[in-house]
Each structure stands twice: as structure tokens, then as C-alpha cells.
């Protein structure tokens, strides 16, 4: 299919997520597809795009159905997600003829008989299937009775499967080529991005505008390059400069400050979505995340290699050992959001924590895939790509090369001796790890189905046994250092009391990994008092260690004794955590009818923790003790696991044995040392070691098993996903080995969008830095290169660019961003004026082919840095620890951040606004009003709103107020006179000198209410927040 | 893509106000505007919503979902009759309600005593009792609810509709959003963020409590005056206007120059309907708001919650009457201690009695004020939350998450009243016919009907994908449609 045949189809097919929006557009589309697919060359591909795409066919009631054009299309969206081979839903399949017609589904020439069309039709009803769907329409279901009365033809060996694009007929995907750069004689060409463009406009007859003046020039370069204003001397000097280089070696000039690297980062930040705290529930801080956002800095400003800043962002602690960067640029994968609640407090084993821990690979797959390759990769998650060639199972392979990496803090060191110590040891944990896996799979093998079926049998009665206790934990003694003490605790029953039994219950807390029994003591007995003081001994476990037991009930039988007082002393204590106690959960005593006796009996003891509401006295009495719900299951699950007990010692060999013990060893001594390390810096990164929180757990270089997810849903696991990347670049090798380890993973991912040959990576890059200078990508969707993005406007320039800076030439060493940078805007097309010829407009304007330069509005940060800048307030201090623009209250717990009680006098926060500390799920209100991108999802490119909002927050937000008095300060400290400080506030803010009537008017204006109220009023001219 | 950047292009130059013309500008480009209907996909029955959102998730069973099988098991042990997954495993006892219930209305709906205030209004009130969510995790629920989405980056239903139809009142934010006052529930201003939509349709917090309720409404400075102010726009005016003039062709420069004319506006209209001064006795009283510098106790007491949801109802309807599009109202705050929102794990009686009756007061009082100046008919309430809570206790008092089944109720704008559709089982724990829930897309798709939308239809382009509220789900609600 050309290229233009495709984008008439993607004309016609304006949404994929809106599938049935795209199912009526479509009904008129077919005939156009019909012709479409004699096409020759790439007929194959064209069916199976037309089983992708078609879905409402035109019933011709007049001719025979068509199966393959008209049924098949429409089993295949509808039905065969559910009813396929490998997923028969009701034993039911419909991939091909045999099997649709196996139990009468379709009864060829009987549409009654046929339990298909019973069940899509419904009768009077809802129609049973497609279930938890739409039904299908009315013309869809007659269009199926028709063919099933027609004989049920089905094409012999024709197979429906599942919807696929495999189309790489893409320009996106073609091998990039260096185009000849266009030989035109015109002294406007100054560089082959000049000769591109003007081959285009003259193609177009469209005229380039005039260059800008030199004032115009330099304020639009220095914002561009470094993001603050020029200083009135500079523009003089620059004004002024006869050098024919002259505005060359202003660029150079701008490449080489410190403040460019603080310009670009800002754009690299918005993409990657770096925020510095977690979003979601609660929005905790992420206090050590600010180190990557220092790397991206310092990586701008060393002008370090595209491929090796890629790299590292991937695999920086595997390609690069020992190097701090390797390990600091890892926040890349990190950098968005983290589901705390779903990930800390609820566990990997429970569905809601899957959830999280699918999501949050996904966000880490389609960080890395939108960012570097600009494709859309996510959408892959529930179905096969709906356009693009990515199925869902090289969706899951992307997943599984993040399978076994948290966000998490991890330290990096400066001391090399050290780092290289922790990767030693890790690799070593890593190792262990495998070969203590390797003999559990030997032993899942020798086992064989016994221990399967023993496994899969405590796993049922677990669920069946389900544990329950009350937040009355039970008595506590207090703790001491021997366990050779006594304690006693006695209850009281008022009155005499005929009883049967005395039961005891013992505790159950998690405290030191116990749990069931916890506190039972070693050695205890009891003894009864009728009343009398004739306390006597009814149980005694005093000579030898009792068997811990667990939740167990210990059963005392009075056969009707009458007693008034139960006493249990413990002899030989519990242990606890290097401590020793006495803890006991309940003591009923029951009468022959059953009924306790002790329910709220007072209750004395020797000493006790009194903690309510877990501990205390009264606890023993209070009718609660924890305990299983089925009892007997509880007892079979006992049996199970002794029996499993059993069968592990019979499959165990003195090998396996000693090699597990000797892996165990070598574990637990490198786990030890690791702890030891000193921990250096820390920063927020993608990491596989690092301290437990909760219920989230390192998996120290463990993969998880990815499996593939039917509809997305993880309760519909799939086969386990192979490691992967995509199928792209003629060469280009994809497919992961399944023996590697997460690390050789991610080395592989890196290498592989590093590659020279990959066919996005080189374009992608190129088209997000013209974009930044130019105001539109040549590819108008910088994050989506696919069928549903846009299609460039100068393809052959976007190759020769991707080429150039791949390769370097004779404009660019291979892979400077700076280099990239001083090409673009050195430009003729970059150093036009924003106002064309006026004629140009009717042919293009939208401005498309560039023949003017685009006219912008500051973003956020550059309106917030100038403002600081000319009121000369601002700390040009560089990196470390984000500043607050917000009172951060309460972060104990969902941390508070109060915005509107901060006060902006305070001069930590006089810095660039690429320092301040981002809040995810409740970012800065007046950053959010003028666009700044918001940090929870990829922003390639800012919005340009214009709001009454927008107006209120630059007339009086407190820090535009505060601001405005100091911006008067300043220029009163440095002029007396009235005219004199409105002549300098406009050169520092316009970066020009003011007409007389502006002097005039802004002079008459501050006269009346103040230079106060004139500045405050100034940072809304729209001169100020425009660059032409 | 032409059509797409071109009305990309359009947007960048509007303000707040230019949205209705935003759809339009959609419609005739995808052919779907005729003669006849020319903003709108169909005839809308509404013009408004209010959303009330119940931060940490409100019990159904307790409030509006009657089960008396809970009453006649109460403390037997819990069966679901087969595995269920909880939060926090709280899977005890069957619990019947603290809160006795009685019918109300024609209908005989039966309500918990904590909301009785609500009684008079449950014949206009359409109860869904099926709802089902897709996760017991606060945060993901409550994008979900708010947007569709279970994570973040989405723009919640005030942005969508705003984006669609714009400001009836420019003077006025098109989306306004009343926050509880001790703090923001999960996600906080994510749930009513615009994310890839223009910033213009994003929800405005106003903070009726705070000296300076709409953050940077007017100057907190010592040197800003009024005259100066009006001089100042003027000054502004001149030069941003003739900075404009000579750039023609420039939309956004005029734009620009027309969002300080509508700042202004606003700055005289926003006080004026935030003032609730003027308001008469037997509204305030209504409204719950006839106490006037009561002093309340540290411990969560329900004429506070009165006083404060009830304030938020008042306010809500005089935007409304105003030209507000949207209006969100929060009860309940983060998860923090001592707890002040709707997550019960230890206590229902504790927590949701004074929350539930500062809500029902409020908000009986928002729907019979709108019913009786007729504004009801055009406006849609919506009481939604997280998910509901299960019918078994977690400790003693308290229950666990339960995102298998929960309530909404809706009212106004077209929907029918006195009815219940869609029921749970006996017990509350998940829908009586569990292959045919009710799902938010449903809900958001018969909002979007309600105010004249497709929600398949609105789409927005964004990172390769035509966005759409109700993603790929949603089917409308006819069946609770006057």
C-alpha cells in the first residue's frame, strides 16, 4: 500500500479507542478497500489490514455473503478474543471451519439450529453474547443468518485469527538513508537545512520572510538556548558587533553557559515526566530524585554523546561500572509515577498489587519505547497494536526486561572501590539466587506430580483455613532477659463455677516474624482455687519444653470440678526478639453446657504491658482469640505440609543439600556485607536492592514471571512472555534469550535503541530538538512516529538531520546535541522574522513549510526565571536539593503541600525553576495555569493556553507582587529619576529602549500609583511574555 | 491531521470562554453538524452537573442500599461462598448497619437514618445499587471515579465537559471545585485536572473558608488599589493592543488582550456569588448554616459537618445559577489521623454518622433549593465515591474495601426519579446479576447523553490515541432517562 493510500485510510479511521466510531466509518470505506486490495505487491498485508479494520460491512442482501469480506471480519472483532484455539471460552473456538461447526454452533444451511446466531440474537432479551459487550447490530446478525442459510461456506484452510498489523509500509520504519542535500543558488542557503527548506517553499511558490533584526535575533536565541533574558549590555554588544561572525559566536557563546544545560533539561524532564514526588494516594516525597534531574543537566552542558546519554538511562550500572552517572542516570526509568499504596501496603500476591506492579512496568516500557522511538507501544497492552505492527506478546517481552527492577533509592558512590565492591556483591546475591532457584526446579522435577498435587493442595486449603483475629491481640507480660523467671496471671470467676474444661488460646502477632503462639511459654502450668485458697495444679507442663502449638486450643478436663480462680504460671518464658515474655490470647472455662465462664471476669497478673487496645488484662477474658475459620482445614493443611515436609526430605540428596546450604551461606554473608557498605549519596532510580518497605521487596536481579494478559486484565494470565524488543531495522536482532539476567536485559535494550541501524531512535531525537527551536516537529507528533501520528512535513531533511547527527559530517561531530543545536539555529530558516509575506498566508497558514519563524509565548519557567532575573533577585546557585515553593505540612502521613502559605520573599526560592521540588499530584497552582507540563504523564510537547486564569495569576499572584517591589527596588537603587528607572525596567524586561510615549505614559502611571504597581503591571505586556 | 492541528491551533488562542465554539468547530469538521442541531450530537436535557464525591469510600449498605439479611445474620459468621480477596482481610462477621432504616417517599425507597434528610427528595433520586469498581486501592478508585482512568494523567468529567460545551457565564470559571477544607482526598488536584486537554477546562478550587477564596483572585499587596488596578488594565490594554496590531494574524495576541477584559469581570463575579450574606433565614437554616460562630469539639460531631458541607452546597448553587458548567463538591479528606473521611476501617458508626448526616443535610438542601426555582430540571446531581465497603466487620466496628459492588445515585437533568436501577445481592458484597454490572463508563456516558454528547464521539488526539472519558467502555443508561 503507498504511502498516500494509507493516509486516506487514516483519514477515514480518525480513532482507534473510539472502535465503534470506527465501526460506522467504515461502513462507507469498503468499496474504496475493495479496490484497494487487488494491489499486488502487498496483498497479503493489505487482507490482513482489512481484518483489522473492517467491521460493519455492507449487507448485500441481493448477492451471496461473502465469508472471508463480510462474516469473517466481524467474527474476528467480536468473537474470537474469547474463542479461539488456545482460549476456548465454552469449549468453543472460532478459527476455523471444522471447529465452528463442531456441537452445532453453525448448522450449515440452518440458521434456527444453529446456537450461534441463537446466542447473538437474544429474542426477546439481551442477546447472550458478545458477553459484557454490545450486542451486535441488527444488520450484523442478519448478515450471519444469511450466510448460515446459504450453506455456511467457510473457504477451505481459511484461518481467522486474531486482528494484526504487520504492515511495516511505514515511512518510520524504513532504514534512514543520507539524502543528497538540494544543489540551489540562492545566498539565502546558509546550511542544508536552508537548502531543504527552500527547495520545498519554492515547490509550494510560498517566499521566505526577512531576516529579524539583531535585537530580535538575540532575544530570541538566548531564550531559546539558556532560557533567561539577555542583559541590556549584551544586546548593545550584539547590536553593535560589526564581526561577520557575529551572531555565530553569540550561539557559541550561549552553548558554552552553564545555563543552557538548565534550558534543555527542563525539555528532556517534560518528556521523561520527573517529578519529585511519588503522585497517586498520599504523594509522598521522593527526596533523593533530584540527582537524576542534575544529570540531565551536567549531561546537556558536557554535551555528552547521544548514545551513551541513552544508555545509560537504560543500563548506565551494567554498561558502565563504577561509574556514578551510570547508576544516577537509572532515574530515567523511575522518573514517573509510583503507586505507594499499591505497592507498599498491599502485597505482590494479591491481585490489587499485581495491578500495580503491571502498571508500573508499563509505565517504565512506555517511557522508554515513547521517549527514544517515539512509538506508542502501550497500546499494545490489551489487544494486538490497532495500527501499528506491535502485538501484544512483544509488548509483554518489552515488560519483561523491567520484569525484575523497583523504583527505589539506591546509592551511588564516588568512592570507586566501594561501588565496585556492591556491584561484586550483587552479582554475587544475583548468583546465589539462581543456583538456590536451579536445585528448587531440580526438586520440582524429581518431585514430579506429588508435589505438585501436594502443593496445589495446600495452596486450596489455605485459602479454605483463612485466619481471623480481633485488633485485642491478648495478655502481655512485660519483658525481661532471662526466660527463667516466673509470671502468673489469674483470673477471677466471682463465683464458683461447676466447669468441664478449661481452654487456652494462645496469641497470634506478627511482631519478629512469630505470629501463631507467639508468647505461648516453654514451660507453664495451671492450677485451680474453689474458693478456698486450695489452689491446686490441673495441668502441669513443668518438667519438659512444650511444643509450641501454634493456634491450636489446649484442652484442660475438670470433669465438674467447682472452682472459683484459674491460675497459669509460666516457668520457662517465651522468647521474643532478644527478650523473653509470657503472652496468652484467651482462657475460657466452660461448663458442661458449653457456656464460658470467664467472659469478662476480671482478670490480675503478675505485671502486665497494658497497651490496649492489643494488650492488656482484660483481654484474656474478652471472648476473642485469634483462630482459624475451618478448623479442618486448618488440621489437613498441617497434614499436607507434614506430608510435603516428608516428601522434600525424600528428594532432597546430600548434594542438593550441601550446595543449598553452602548457596544459603554465601547469601546471607554477601546479603550481610552489602548492608555493611557504606551507603554514600542516594538517588531515585530504577533499582533491584534496596531496603524492604512494607510489603515492597527487592527482588535482588529476581525476574518476575511477565505472562501475556488477555484483554490487559491480570486475572486473565496468559502464556509467560519471551524477552523481547520490536522487530524493527533490516538486521537489526530483537529477540531476547530467555536465560538472561535483568541486567543483560536492559544492556540489550540499550545497545538495541543505540543501534545504528534502528530505524526511529536517529529521527526521533532530531525531530525533538527542531521541534523546540522551530515551534512544530517536522513530525508534528514528536512521541508518536506511528500510523496515528503525524507524517513529516521534509522527510528528506529529517533523514539528512538523523544522518548528520548519527554519523557526524561536515556540520556536526557524530551525536552533539550541541553541534545539532548551532546548525538549527544558525539557520536561515531559524533567523527569519516571525512576520512573513502576507501572501504566503493563503497558501499555508499554519506556517508548515517555515516561511517565517514561528512567534512564541515564554513557557512557565522562562516567565518565572526572567522575572527573577531583571528584578535581580535571582540565586543562579546550581543543582542539589529541590526548593519549596509550598509550606509542606503533616508528612508523616499524606504530606500537605500549602502553596498558598509559602512566602515567596524567601530567597531559597530565588532560584531557577528547574530546581524547585515538583509535586506530582498537586503541582504549583501558577506553574499549572501557564502550561508547565504536568509530570504524570509524557509531555513532548507544552500546551499554549490563553486564560483569564492566566491573567489573574501574573496581575497578582503574591509572587508577581513581591516581585514587582522588588524590580522597583532595583532600578530606583540605580536611577533617581522617575523616567530613568521606566527607561531601564523596559530594557531589562524587553531588551529594548522605550519609545517616549511608552516613557510617558508608564512615568505618568507610577507617578499616580506607584513604580510598585507600573512593574507589577509590566510583567503583563505581551512584548514581555511574546518572542517574535 | 490537518483537521487536528488546525483546531489545536484554534484552541492555543482561546480563552476560557471559546470552548462551546472549540466542539462546534469539531462537529463541522467530522461532518456531524447539520442545520439543525449545531453545537451539540443530540437535544441535551441538561446544562449543569454537580458531582459530590465521598473521599475514602462510603459504605452503600449503610446509607442507601438496604440488606436486611444483614440484620438477621448479624455476628454469624461471614460466607461469600467462595474466595474473596479483601484490602486488609477484613472478613469477620456478617455486620448489619449501626443505622436503622426506614422507607421514604412514593417510592418507599429505603433509607438509612443518618441520611433521613434526603427522604424528601428520594422520589426524584435515581438509587444505582450495582456499581462495580476494578480495585480496592484509594488512589486508582478514585481516578477511576474522577476520570475514568485507574492512573494518573487523564482529565476528570468537569474538564471533558467543559472542554465540550465552555462557559455559560465567561465571568465564572467553567469548572468549579469545592475541596473539603481539611485537605484534599487521594490524588488531590489530579482528579480534576485537565492533563492534554487545555488548561481552560481544568477545575478551579475555590476554598470558601480562606481569606482569599480563588488564589490570586485580587492583590494581597499593601501598594495595589482599585484605581490603580483600573488604571493599570487600561495601561495594559493600550499596550497589549497595539503590540497586537501590529502583528495581524496573530489570534492569540487578541485573545490574550480579552482574557484581562474577562479577569476583570471576574473578579467583580466570583466575590458576589461567593457571598452568602444576602441569603435568606429559611435558606441558611435549610442549608444547616443557622449557627453562626458556633464553637464545635475536637471529635468528628455532625453539626460541623453540616456547617461545612452545607456551606459548599449553598455556594455550589449559587454558581450554578451564575452560569457555572460543573460544579465538584469533596467530603473527606486524606488518610490521616484522627480520621475525617469515609474510609471506615474501625468504625462506621464513628465516621460516617456525622459525615453522612453533613452530607445528607447539604445536599437535600442543594436538590429541593434547585427543585424549587426549576433549575433541577437542567441540572444533574451526582453522588458517587471510591467503592463500597463490605458487609462483613474488619475488627469490631469497622469495614474492609469493597470495590466489588457500591452505590451511585443521580438526580435532575432528565433522569428519572424514584427508581433503583441495577441491585446488589443480598448481602451487598457484589452485584445481584454479576454479568451485568453498571460501570463508571456507564455513568459518565449517560452524563455526557444528559448534556447532549456522544461519549464515543468525543474524542481528543492524544500521543496516538483518540482519548475518549469513557475509554473503550460505556453504554448509556436509557432505561433511568425521564
Known amino acids: ?1028 | 491531521m490537518k483537521p487536528m492541528l488546525d483546531r489545536r491551533d484554534f484552541l492555543r488562542g482561546t480563552s476560557s470562554g471559546f470552548g462551546s465554539l472549540a466542539l462546534a468547530m469539531m462537529l463541522q469538521e467530522e461532518g456531524y453538524a447539520d442545520g439543525t442541531v449545531k453545537v451539540l450530537h443530540h437535544p441535551p436535557k441538561a446544562k449543569r452537573v454537580v458531582q459530590l464525591f465521598m473521599g475514602g469510600a462510603a459504605s452503600h449498605i449503610d446509607l442507601w442500599d438496604h440488606k436486611p439479611m444483614l440484620e438477621k445474620h448479624h455476628g454469624e459468621k461471614s460466607d461469600f461462598g467462595e474466595h474473596v480477596e479483601a484490602f486488609q482481610n477484613g472478613l469477620g462477621p456478617w455486620m448489619k448497619s449501626p443505622f436503622p432504616f426506614k422507607p421514604y417517599g412514593q417510592s418507599g425507597k429505603m433509607l438509612s437514618d443518618v441520611v433521613a434528610p434526603l427522604g424528601e427528595c428520594v422520589d426524584d433520586m435515581t438509587f444505582i445499587h450495582n456499581l462495580v469498581g476494578k480495585t480496592g486501592v484509594h488512589s486508582q478508585a478514585t481516578y477511576l471515579q474522577a476520570t475514568g482512568f485507574q492512573r494518573p494523567g487523564f482529565p476528570g468529567m468537569g474538564s471533558w465537559v467543559s472542554y465540550a460545551l465552555g462557559s455559560i457565564n465567561e465571568n465564572l470559571p467553567t469548572f468549579v471545585v469545592l475541596p473539603d477544607h481539611r485537605g484534599f482526598a487521594s490524588n488531590g488536584p489530579k482528579n480534576w485536572g485537565s492533563a492534554f486537554l487545555p488548561a481552560s477546562s481544568q477545575g478551579t478550587a475555590i476554598f470558601p473558608q480562606r481569606s482569599n477564596p480563588i488564589e490570586d483572585l485580587t492583590p494581597q499587596a499593601d501598594f495595589a488599589t482599585a484605581e490603580g488596578d483600573r488604571a493599570g488594565l487600561k495601561l495594559l490594554s493600550k499596550f497589549n493592543g497595539q503590540f497586537q496590531r501590529e502583528r495581524p494574524g496573530d489570534s492569540r495576541l487578541e485573545a490574550r488582550v480579552r482574557s484581562y477584559e474577562l479577569a476583570a469581570k471576574m473578579q467583580l463575579s466570583a466575590p458576589e456569588a461567593l457571598d452568602i450574606s444576602g441569603e435568606p433565614e429559611h435558606i441558611m437554616k435549610m442549608y444547616g448554616l443557622d449557627r453562626a460562630g458556633a464553637k464545635y469539639p475536637d471529635t468528628i460531631n455532625a453539626a460541623e459537618e453540616e456547617e461545612y458541607f452545607g456551606r459548599k452546597c449553598l455556594i455550589a448553587r449559587r454558581l450554578l445559577e451564575r452560569g457555572v458548567r460543573f460544579v465538584q463538591i469533596w467530603s473527606g479528606n486524606d488518610n490521616s489521623f484522627p480520621r475525617r473521611n469515609w474510609d471506615s476501617h474501625e468504625n462506621i458508626e464513628r465516621d460516617h454518622g456525622p459525615l453522612a448526616r453533613g452530607m445528607a443535610v447539604g445536599t437535600a438542601a442543594l436538590l429541593k433549593d434547585l427543585k424549587q426555582s426549576g433549575m433541577l430540571d437542567e441540572t444533574i446531581v451526582l453522588w458517587t465515591t471510591e467503592f463500597g465497603r463490605m458487609p462483613s466487620t474488619q475488627g469490631s466496628k469497622g469495614r474492609d474495601h469493597n470495590p466489588y459492588v457500591f452505590t451511585n445515585w443521580l438526580c435532575g437533568g432528565g433522569v428519572r426519579g424514584g427508581m433503583t436501577h441495577g441491585e446488589s445481592d443480598q448481602w451487598g458484597y457484589k452485584p445481584l446479576d454479576r454479568a451485568n454490572p453498571t460501570q463508571v463508563y456507564d455513568i459518565h456516558a449517560t452524563i455526557l447523553h444528559l448534556m447532549g454528547l456522544d461519549h464515543k464521539r468525543l474524542t481528543v488526539r492524544h500521543d496516538g490515541i483518540d482519548r475518549r472519558l469513557t475509554d473503550v467502555h460505556g453504554h448509556v443508561l436509557r432505561e433511568i432517562i425521564a
Request: hydrophobic share 35%; glycine share 6%; proline share 5%.
Open chain 1, 1 to 1028: 500500500m503507498s504511502k498516500t493510500e494509507l493516509i486516506k485510510l487514516k483519514i477515514l479511521l480518525p480513532r482507534t479507542h473510539a472502535v465503534s466510531g470506527l465501526i460506522r466509518g467504515l461502513g462507507l470505506a469498503l468499496g474504496q478497500f475493495a479496490g484497494l486490495s487487488t494491489l499486488g505487491r502487498s496483498r497479503s498485508i493489505m487482507l490482513s489490514m482489512l481484518l483489522v479494520l473492517i467491521a460493519t460491512p455492507f449487507p448485500r442482501l441481493f448477492a451471496e455473503v461473502d465469508f472471508v469480506r463480510g462474516v469473517a471480519p466481524i467474527l474476528q472483532r467480536r468473537c474470537l478474543s474469547c474463542h479461539n484455539d488456545k482460549e476456548s471460552k465454552g469449549d468453543f473456538s472460532l478459527q476455523t471451519a471444522e471447529s465452528a461447526k463442531e456441537d452445532g454452533y453453525v448448522v450449515a444451511g440452518d440458521a434456527m439450529a444453529s446456537h450461534l446466531l441463537e446466542v447473538i440474537s437474544g429474542g426477546a432479551g439481551k442477546p447472550r453474547m458478545p458477553k459484557n459487550s454490545d450486542p451486535l447490530e441488527e444488520e450484523q446478525v442478519e448478515l450471519i443468518r444469511k450466510w448460515i442459510d446459504e450453506g455456511a461456506n467457510w473457504p477451505a484452510d481459511f484461518k481467522i485469527t486474531e486482528s494484526r498489523v504487520s504492515d511495516f509500509n511505514w515511512w518510520s520504519y524504513q532504514a534512514i538513508r543520507r539524502p543528497v542535500v538540494p544543489k540551489l543558488q540562492s545566498d539565502w542557503v546558509r546550511t542544508p537545512i536552508d537548502a531543504f527548506v527552500l527547495r520545498k517553499l519554492n515547490e509550494k511558490d510560498l517566499v521566505v520572510a526577512h531576516q529579524a533584526d539583531r535585537r530580535t535575533l538575540i532575544r530570541r536565541v538566548t531564550y531559546d538556548l539558556i532560557g533567561l533574558p539577555p542583559t541590556p549590555q549584551q544586546v548593545q554588544d550584539f547590536v553593535h558587533d560589526s564581526a561577520p561572525q557575529a551572531y555565530e559566536r553569540l550561539v557559541d557563546r550561549l552553548l558554552e553557559s552553564k545555563h543552557y544545560g538548565e534550558r534543555w533539561a527542563r525539555h528532556w524532564l517534560d518528556v521523561v515526566k520527573y517529578a519529585d514526588t511519588c503522585g497517586y494516594d498520599k504523594d509522598k516525597l521522593r527526596p533523593n530524585a533530584w540527582p537524576y534531574r542534575d544529570y540531565v543537566i551536567r549531561s546537556f552542558n558536557e554535551d555528552k554523546s547521544f548514545s551513551r546519554f541513552v544508555q545509560e538511562q537504560i543500563a548506565g550500572d551494567v554498561l558502565f561500572p563504577g561509574n556514578p552517572d551510570g547508576v544516577l542516570a537509572l532515574g530515567f526509568i523511575a522518573a514517573g509515577p509510583w503507586d505507594f499504596i499499591g505497592h507498599v501496603e498491599v502485597p505482590e500476591s494479591k491481585l490489587d498489587g499485581k495491578v500495580a506492579r503491571n502498571l508500573d512496568r508499563d509505565d517504565m516500557v512506555s517511557g522508554a519505547l515513547n521517549t527514544f522511538c517515539s512509538i506508542t507501544v502501550q497500546c499494545a497492552r490489551c489487544h494486538n497494536h490497532k495500527f501499528d505492527p506491535i502485538t501484544q506478546d512483544q509488548y509483554y517481552g518489552l515488560q519483561s526486561i523491567f520484569s525484575a527492577v523497583d523504583r527505589a533509592e539506591r546509592p551511588y558512590d564516588l568512592d570507586p572501590d566501594v561501588e565496585k565492591r556492591r556491584d561484586a556483591l550483587e552479582i554475587v546475591i544475583a548468583e546465589q539466587q539462581k543456583q538456590l532457584d536451579a536445585i528448587s526446579s531440580e526438586i520440582e522435577k524429581a518431585g514430579g506430580e506429588r508435589l505438585l498435587d501436594l502443593r496445589k493442595e495446600i495452596k486450596g486449603l489455605e485459602e479454605r483455613v483463612s485466619f481471623k483475629k480481633s485488633p485485642e491481640f491478648g495478655y502481655h507480660s512485660s519483658t525481661v532477659k532471662r526466660n527463667d523467671l516466673q509470671k502468673w496471671v489469674e483470673i477471677d470467676l466471682k463465683d464458683s463455677v461447676n466447669a468441664a474444661q478449661i481452654i487456652l488460646h494462645a496469641c497470634h502477632d506478627e511482631f519478629g516474624g512469630i505470629g501463631a503462639g507467639f508468647g505461648f511459654p516453654v514451660r507453664f502450668q495451671v492450677a485451680v482455687d474453689s474458693g478456698q485458697g486450695d489452689m491446686e495444679i490441673v495441668h502441669d507442663r513443668l518438667q519438659a519444653d512444650v511444643e509450641n502449638p501454634g493456634l491450636e486450643p489446649i484442652v484442660i478436663d475438670l470433669s465438674g470440678r467447682n472452682i472459683r480462680r484459674v491460675r497459669v504460671t509460666a516457668t520457662k518464658l517465651a522468647h521474643r526478639k532478644n527478650d523473653y515474655i509470657f503472652a496468652l490470647g484467651e482462657v475460657r472455662v466452660l461448663d458442661v453446657e458449653g457456656k464460658n465462664h470467664a467472659k469478662g471476669k476480671p482478670v490480675t497478673s503478675l505485671d502486665s504491658i497494658e497497651a490496649p487496645e492489643r494488650w492488656a488484662r482484660r483481654n484474656l477474658t474478652d471472648g476473642e482469640w485469634p483462630h482459624y475459620q475451618d478448623l479442618d482445614a486448618a488440621k489437613s493443611l498441617d497434614v499436607a505440609k507434614r506430608k510435603l515436609a516428608k516428601l522434600n526430605r525424600e528428594i532432597e540428596t546430600p548434594q542438593r543439600m550441601r550446595d543449598r546450604a553452602s548457596a544459603n551461606k554465601k547469601l546471607v554473608a554477601a546479603r550481610s556485607e552489602l548492608a555493611k557498605l557504606p551507603t554514600g549519596k542516594m538517588v531515585y532510580a530504577a533499582a533491584t536492592h534496596f531496603k524492604s518497605q512494607g510489603n515492597f521487596h527487592a527482588t535482588e536481579g529476581k525476574l518476575r514471571p511477565v505472562h501475556i494478559l488477555h484483554r490487559g486484565e491480570i486475572s486473565q494470565q496468559r502464556a509467560v512472555a519471551s524477552p523481547g524488543m520490536l522487530p524493527l531495522g533490516q538486521g537489526l536482532s530483537w529477540q531476547i534469550d530467555a536465560a538472561t539476567t535483568e541486567g543483560e536485559r536492559r544492556a540489550t535494550l540499550a545497545n538495541w535503541l543505540t543501534d545504528e541501524r534502528h530505524p526511529l531512535v536517529w529521527r526521533s531525537i532530531v525531530n525533538r530538538m527542531w521541534q523546540y527551536h522551530f515551534g512544530r516537529g517536522i513530525v508534528a507528533t514528536p512521541n508518536d512516529f506511528g500510523r496515528m501520528g503525524a507524517v513529516p512535513t521534509h522527510p528528506d531533511l529529517l533523514d539528512w538531520l538523523a544522518v548528520e547527527f548519527r554519523d557526524g559530517g561536515d556540520w556536526l561531530k557524530p551525536q552533539s546535541m550541541k553541534d545539532l543545536h548551532r546548525l538549527m539555529v544558525i539557520s536561515s530558516v531559524y533567523r527569519q522574522s516571525s512576520a512573513g509575506p502576507s501572501s504566503n498566508g493563503l497558501v499555508d497558514e499554519s506556517n508548515q513549510y517555515l516561511w517565517r519563524m514561528a512567534r512564541r509565548r515564554l513557557a512557565a519557567e522562562e516567565i518565572r526565571d526572567s522575572i527573577l532575573h531583571v528584578s535581580g533577585s535571582m540565586d543562579q546557585t546550581m543543582g542539589g536539593p529541590g526548593f519549596y515553593l509550598f509550606k509542606l505540612e503533616r508528612t508523616q502521613h499524606s504530606p500537605h503541600y500549602e502553596y498558598h502559605k509559602f512566602d515567596p520573599h524567601d530567597p531559597k526560592s530565588h532560584r531557577r525553576s528547574i530546581y524547585r521540588f515538583i509535586v506530582r499530584s498537586q503541582p504549583d497552582p501558577w506553574m499549572t495555569t501557564l502550561d508547565c507540563a504536568d509530570s504524570s504523564q509524557s509531555t513532548p510537547k507544552r500546551n499554549e493556553t490563553l486564560t483569564s486564569l492566566q491573567a489573574l495569576s501574573l496581575l497578582n499572584s503574591r509572587f508577581n507582587l513581591v516581585m514587582a517591589e522588588k524590580f522597583a527596588a532595583r532600578v530606583a537603587q540605580e536611577h533617581d529619576s522617575l523616567q530613568q528607572q521606566v527607561h531601564q525596567a523596559i530594557q531589562l524586561l524587553l531588551q529594548r529602549d522605550p519609545k517616549d510615549s511608552e516613557v510617558e505614559a508608564f512615568s505618568a502611571y507610577a507617578q499616580e500609583h506607584g513604580m510598585n504597581n507600573l512593574c507589577r503591571f509590566l510583567f503583563n505586556l505581551s512584548e514581555f511574555i511574546y518572542i517574535d
